[in-house]
């Protein structure tokens, strides 16, 4: 049998709707794999490790090889910028990266703009050619216009649940998220085989299909 390849699964919500897809595309993982506190996890039934990473790190394994193939949010891979292939639009876990604030903002003269994206914010508002400090936070990026940390943040947007509970408006949407298949590139070209059967198997299971 060939090498296992190597998986950097995101622990949490995408994890669910990546397994689920993972099992519908015909690969076999075990039920006690979902609530097990393990990192390293080897699927001997479908020849793979997971290595149950923190979503944000995701990447960072990949990009080392650590990791043959992973899976992360387009938010992530746009804010880490790390140098892997992209191979697929999952399209699962479905959400957008938008600019919110309070119903009242105005533009003043300080604009400060809280966010766990500070690459992705930066790089945004120079291109609307607006010059705001941004500063990062690592969650609950909602409270920051509410007690005056910052006017506005960028943040993501899934049901909208959070906005309305804290009484924020969306001003802008700034791009689609969907959940991304990455590789590592030595590992796409010696394990190329096993990649492709994966992607070739995800390929008809993922809703909307699309190749990046
Ligand atoms: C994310 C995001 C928003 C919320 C959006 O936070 O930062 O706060 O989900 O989802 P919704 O539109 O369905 O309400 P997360 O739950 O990851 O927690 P965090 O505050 O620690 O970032």
């Not at 689920?20 to 595309?25: G, N």
């Not at 690969?27 to 097990?36: E, Q």
């Not at 930066?122 to 990062?136: D, L, N």
């Not at 298949?181 to 299971?205: G, H, P």
Request: net charge negative; aromatic share 6%.
């Amino acid at each position: 049998m060939t090498e296992a390849l190597k998986v950097a699964m995101p622990k949490g919500r995408i994890y669910k709707k990546a397994s689920q897809l993972f099992r519908e595309a015909g690969i076999v993982i075990p039920d006690d794999v979902d609530d097990s506190r393990r990192l390293v996890i080897p699927i001997p039934e479908a020849n793979m490790e997971f290595i149950m990473a923190k979503p944000v790190d995701v990447p960072t394994y990949v990009e080392y090889g650590v990791a043959d193939i992973g899976i992360v949010g387009k938010d992530v891979l746009l804010e880490e910028n790390r140098d892997v292939y992209e191979l697929l639009d999952l399209g699962i876990a479905r959400c957008r990266m938008s600019v919110i604030a309070l119903p009242d903002w105005q533009p003043g003269i300080h604009l400060r703009v809280a966010t766990k994206y500070p690459n992705v914010a930066t790089r945004y508002f120079r291109e609307q050619g607006e010059q705001v400090e941004v500063i990062k936070l690592n969650g609950s990026i909602e409270l920051a216009p509410l007690i005056g940390l910052a006017d506005r943040i960028v943040d993501m947007v899934e049901t909208g649940q959070t906005l309305k509970e804290n009484g924020l408006v969306e001003r802008e949407s700034i791009f689609g998220i969907t959940s991304r298949l990455i590789a590592n590139r030595v590992s796409y070209r010696m394990k190329n085989t096993a990649i492709q059967e994966l992607c070739d198997r995800l390929e008809t299971v993922m809703p909307g299909t699309a190749k990046v």
